[in-house]
């Protein structure tokens, strides 16, 4: 997911120079610590999605898609989408990767600890607090947005989230505040499902068993 991290960059920058932008995270992550589905939405302007597309090809590359894409390994060229969406002056860039387990390095990490499970996303938290110590910076980036959605398997039971309902947290953040925020979440893990009524049910033949042999 570098290059994703790259983008993110990139799109900060953009904001810094010419104005306004909004990112959206949608993150579903499954029992076993794999990632079902991991969205970036960027809406943006077509100013500064120009911008974009000029530094892709000051890379070398013919647009953003190719950009991006060709930093994704081969094994996870199959599980990541890359799409636009225009309308009028306004653009979303929407990139998806589906059905992938995070690498060490990944800025996603998840864990399972004392039978919870452990997420987080460092892709928007700056080293050292570097962006919420310089005012102008601040200034800058108050047009930026995230608004970041998590969907744990099971019960959310601590999180820095906004919002927290059941196994579903939010983030909203602004300006400087969203390139320094960890995103954290702690949830429980859910049984197997049908694992817990078919213990119920071995239990019961087995009380029946032992209730007979006594009362033979």
């Known amino acids: ?7 993110f960059l990139l799109v900060g920058l953009a ?3 010419s104005g306004c932008a909004t990112l959206s995270v949608h993150s579903k992550v499954n ?16 100013f500064v999605y120009g911008l974009l597309a000029e530094g892709a090809k000051k890379e070398g590359y ?7 894409l060709s930093e994704i390994p081969e094994e996870m060229r199959d599980k990541v989408s890359y799409d636009e969406v225009w309308s009028g002056d306004q653009v979303s860039i ?17 864990r399972k600890e004392n039978g919870f499970l452990i997420y987080e996303d460092l892709s928007f938290a700056s080293e ?19 608004h970041y959605y998590l969907e744990m398997p099971g019960k959310i039971v601590e999180s820095n989230a906004n919002v927290v309902k059941d196994n579903k947290a939010e983030w909203h953040l602004t300006g400087a505040s969203a390139f320094n925020t960890r995103i954290y979440a702690k949830s ?5 499902p049908g694992f817990e ?11 029946g068993l032992l209730f007979g042999r006594v009362k033979g």
Request: glycine share 4%.
């Open 1 to 7: 997911m570098r290059r994703l991290m790259i983008l």
């Open 15 to 17: 904001v810094v120079l």
């Open 31 to 46: 029992k076993d610590g794999s990632v079902e589905s991991y969205k970036l939405v960027i809406n943006t302007s077509s």
């Open 62 to 68: 013919e647009s953003l898609r190719e950009s991006f």
């Open 94 to 110: 929407i990139i998806e990767a589906r059905d992938y387990v995070p690498a060490d390095d990944d800025k996603v990490k998840i």
């Open 128 to 146: 050292n607090n570097q962006t919420s110590s310089n005012e102008l910076g601040n200034a800058l980036l108050s047009s930026f947005s995230l």
């Open 188 to 192: 429980e893990v859910p049984g197997i």
């Open 197 to 207: 009524a078919a213990l119920a049910i071995v239990g019961l033949l087995a009380a």
